[in-house]
């Protein structure tokens, strides 16, 4: 009984328990995000802002002669088109949470909710603070995201000394936090809407929704139309990025076996192996039935995983450890030996992001969690202290990814996004930094920190 409950624990630890691999891949994440990050600025700085505008700003041609055309530049096509399987996995991720993650109980999901709301408004209002009135106010949005790769990655540096509810919250305020930056980007960041393309949008997303409906669990329909979706969303004027975001609401999050139908397929499926290995002729090339055999336990062991946590596995390595450092290459490079350091806070847009992020998520994150918590809609997680929670509202203005790609979508003016750009990386280095030495300092101070629960 014992060996058989160990044969179906593996896998459905490995179904249900997403976290640990998610936590992982994230740390990992951050590393190679700082590296990609420092690649792009040193090769801005050798060769020269020009050369690398120029080369991302390189024009591709897709198409036949008489037919279908449509032109991208390398930038466009990392940001229009890589970035949307970045925002499918926040989709993917946000629709797990949701349902059975840290935002599916509403006393659970309360406080980081709460929390993740003030630091988007608290930055956004600094920066308008800065901006009112002048052709930079629409880069309100700059500011108001968290990155989550970098953030949970430097906070895992002091996982020894760090409860473990903390890496919780802070992923669930960085999960809502992306959220509220999804809804940004969609209601204020989208162009003219072509109501015809607009309209083979919601079509193609009732479609993806219908085979949801159906039963249809295998991932290729939802890719084929999953791309007309993409393409319908670019030409309608909102966002491309969105139909990620939609195509991930579309996808199943249930399995089509339960775990009883499972273990009992699986065991059927054993005692047929077995019987076809008691009769003597075990080679897979002589037995077909064998063979058989073999493709329904695989066919049974896909039934039994949820398409949702199945495409989240798949797609996070390529998004983590491909796309998002191309992304960093693409737009984070700036040539820092060009830079005026001495009026570098002059431009409103700069000063307006660093105060943002640094000074606007601190307050907003701790404020609004304090006011959570006195009026009683939220509750600190267990072993979390306020000087814990003060610590992570540091590390929530560690803006990067998200940051950079509304950047992109607030200003046309290539001054206004490299303005941007130094704010963004002066803000996050000077959060991580802040947010790392509270930390450590506190728990240094609390001794061995009964609260503490090493990882």
Not at 63 to 91: I, K, S
Not at 95 to 111: H, M, N, P, T
């Amino acid at each position: 009984m014992n060996s058989r409950r160990s044969v179906f624990e593996a896998p459905l630890k490995r179904i249900l328990s997403p976290f640990e691999d998610f936590l992982r891949s994230n740390t990992a994440g951050g590393i190679v995000l700082i590296t990609a990050t420092v690649l792009a600025l040193g090769l801005a700085y050798w060769l020269g802002d020009q050369v690398i505008h120029h080369f991302w700003g390189t024009t591709l041609y897709f198409g036949a002669q008489g037919g279908f055309h449509a032109t991208f530049t390398w930038h466009r096509v990392v940001n229009d088109g890589l970035m949307v399987l970045f925002f499918l996995l926040v989709g993917l991720e946000l629709k797990r949470e949701i349902l059975v993650g840290e935002l599916s109980s509403l006393r659970d999901a309360a406080l980081p909710v709460i929390a993740a709301t003030g630091g988007m408004v608290v930055p956004a209002l600094i920066y308008l603070a800065f901006n009112y009135g002048t052709p930079t106010v629409s880069g309100w949005g700059i500011p108001m995201a968290t990155d989550i790769a970098f953030a949970i990655g430097i906070l895992v540096l002091l996982a020894w000394r760090a409860p473990r509810n903390l890496i919780v919250f802070l992923t669930a305020l960085a999960i809502a936090d992306d959220l509220g930056a999804v809804l940004v980007i969609a209601l204020f960041y989208s162009g003219q809407l072509d109501m015809i393309a607009l309209g083979y949008a919601v079509a193609f997303f009732g479609l993806l929704i219908g085979f949801n409906f159906a039963g249809l669990r295998q991932p290729l329909p939802y890719a084929l139309v999953g791309i007309l979706l993409w393409y319908a969303v670019l030409v309608s004027g909102v966002h491309a990025t969105i139909a990620g975001i939609l195509l991930a609401f579309a996808i199943p999050a249930r399995s089509w076996f339960t775990a009883s139908d499972f273990e009992q397929k699986s065991v059927d499926l054993l005692a047929a192996f077995r019987e076809q290995i008691g009769g003597g002729e075990d080679d897979p090339l002589r037995n077909a039935r064998i063979t058989s055999i073999a493709e329904s336990v695989e066919h049974t062991a896909s039934a039994v995983q949820s398409p949702l946590l199945r495409i989240e596995h798949g797609l996070n390595p390529w998004v983590t450890f491909f796309i998002v450092p191309v992304f960093a290459l693409s737009n984070a490079g700036i040539d820092l030996g060009a830079v005026n350091w001495s009026g570098v806070f002059a431009h409103r847009v700069t000063l307006g992001v660093v105060l943002g992020l640094v000074v606007g998520k601190f307050i907003g994150i701790a404020g609004f969690s304090g006011l959570a918590v006195r009026l009683g809609l939220g509750r600190l997680p267990s072993g979390v202290t306020w000087k814990h929670l003060l610590g992570s509202a540091w590390l929530g203005g560690i803006g990067f990814t998200m940051s950079l790609f509304i950047s992109q979508l607030a200003f046309k003016d290539p001054a206004h996004i490299e303005q941007a750009k130094l704010g963004i990386l002066c803000g996050s280095a000077l959060s991580a930094v802040i947010g790392l030495a509270w930390l450590f300092v506190s728990a240094q101070r609390a001794g061995n920190a009964q609260d503490s629960e090493p990882l």
